[in-house]
C-alpha cells in the first residue's frame, strides 16, 4: 500500500488527442470506476489532508470539456473535485504565450459556466494569466494572485482559499507571498502526501504518468509506490538540467 498517505490527483483536460495534458475520457470513466469500487475515500482537497489513505482530485485550467466528460461521473459518484482556474482566460481558449508545442487549442469553461457547477466542485485560483511566478518581481506575482482570487470570488459569489502554481513553479518567496492570500496551495512534486507537509508546497501526482506502466490501481500497490518514486527522481534530475539549460518545463510534465 502506499503507506497510508494521500494522493493529490492532476488532470488537465480529457480529450483524445495524446497531448501531454490529455487524459482520455474513456480512461478517466475507468479510474473513477476504480475508485468508486475501491473504497478508497474520495475528498474535498482539505479535508484529504487529514485523512490518510484517500485522494483528491484536481483539474488545472479550466477546460471546457470537464463539463461533459468528467462532471457526470463525479456526481454520479458524489466525488467533489478541485478546478484550478486561470481567471483571464476564461471563456477564451489556452492560447498564452508560452504554451507547450503538441498542447491542443481548446475552449475553456465560461464564467457562467463555472457559476453553474455543482456545490461539490470547487473553484480555486491559477493565478490571471498563467505565468511562471517565479521569474515575476514580488509585486508582479501577488498581482497574479490576487487579480485571480477578487475576480473568481466576485464572479461566483464564492470565497477562493486555493492555489496552483502555473507548471507547478514555486520558491520559498512564492509561496511566502501564496500563504498572504490563500490556505492551501498544490504544486507539481510527484509523490504521494507525506506524513509532514506544508499546506503552501502541496505536491500532486500528475495523471500523465498513468499512460505506461503505472495505472491509478497500481498507485497504491508497493510497486506502484516504489516507480512512483524512481520517476520522482528522474524528473528532479531532469529538472535540475532543465533549470541549467533554460526555461521551466511545461505543465511540470
Ligand atoms: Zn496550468
Same mark, same amino acid.
Given at each position: 500500500?502506499?503507506?497510508?498517505?494521500?494522493?493529490?490527483?492532476?488532470?488537465?483536460?480529457?480529450? +483524445?488527442?495524446?497531448?501531454?495534458?490529455?487524459?482520455?475520457?474513456?480512461?478517466?470513466? /475507468?479510474?473513477?470506476?476504480?475508485?468508486?469500487?475501491?473504497g478508497i475515500p474520495v475528498?474535498?482537497?482539505?479535508?484529504?489532508?487529514?485523512?490518510?489513505?484517500?485522494?483528491?482530485i484536481t483539474f488545472d485550467d479550466g477546460f471546457r470539456n470537464i463539463l461533459d466528460e468528467a462532471l457526470p461521473a463525479l456526481e454520479r459518484h458524489r466525488f467533489p473535485a478541485t478546478?484550478?482556474?486561470?481567471?483571464?482566460?476564461?471563456?477564451?481558449?489556452?492560447?498564452?504565450?508560452?504554451?507547450?508545442?503538441?498542447t491542443p487549442s481548446l475552449p475553456w469553461m465560461s464564467w457562467p459556466e463555472l457559476a453553474g457547477l455543482p456545490a461539490l466542485i470547487s473553484v480555486g485560483a491559477h493565478t490571471a494569466t498563467h505565468p511562471n511566478l517565479m521569474l515575476l518581481p514580488a509585486s508582479e506575482c501577488e498581482r497574479?494572485?490576487?487579480?485571480?482570487?477578487?475576480?473568481?470570488e466576485q464572479s461566483l459569489g464564492r470565497p477562493v482559499r486555493w492555489l496552483a502554481y502555473p507548471y507547478g513553479a514555486s520558491s520559498p518567496?512564492? /509561496?511566502?507571498?501564496?500563504?498572504?492570500?490563500? +490556505?492551501?496551495a498544490v504544486g507539481t512534486v510527484?509523490?504521494?502526501?507525506?506524513?509532514?507537509?506544508?499546506?503552501?508546497?502541496?505536491? /500532486?501526482?500528475?495523471?500523465?504518468?498513468?499512460?505506461?506502466?503505472?495505472?491509478?490501481?497500481?498507485?497504491?500497490?508497493?510497486p506502484g509506490g516504489l516507480y512512483?518514486?524512481? /520517476?520522482?527522481?528522474?524528473?528532479?534530475?531532469?529538472?535540475?538540467v532543465r533549470r541549467w539549460r533554460g526555461p521551466a518545463p511545461e505543465y511540470g510534465v
Open positions: 500500500m502506499s503507506g497510508g498517505w494521500s494522493a493529490i490527483l492532476t488532470y488537465h483536460s480529457l480529450d +483524445d488527442s495524446g497531448s501531454v495534458i490529455s487524459t482520455p475520457p474513456s480512461q478517466f470513466q /475507468r479510474q473513477m470506476e476504480f475508485l468508486a469500487s475501491s475528498l474535498p482537497l482539505d479535508q484529504a489532508l487529514d485523512c490518510p489513505g484517500s485522494v483528491a478546478i484550478f482556474v486561470v481567471s483571464g482566460y476564461c471563456g477564451r481558449r489556452n492560447n498564452w504565450p508560452g504554451q507547450g508545442a503538441g497574479e494572485m490576487s487579480e485571480c482570487q477578487t475576480r473568481i518567496e512564492v /509561496r511566502s507571498l501564496a500563504g498572504q492570500h490563500f +490556505d492551501l510527484l509523490r504521494f502526501l507525506p506524513a509532514q507537509w506544508n499546506p503552501l508546497d502541496l505536491p /500532486r501526482i500528475d495523471t500523465y504518468y498513468f499512460r505506461g506502466w503505472l495505472s491509478l490501481e497500481r498507485l497504491f500497490t508497493r512512483l518514486g524512481a /520517476r520522482r527522481l528522474l524528473r528532479e534530475a531532469r529538472s535540475s
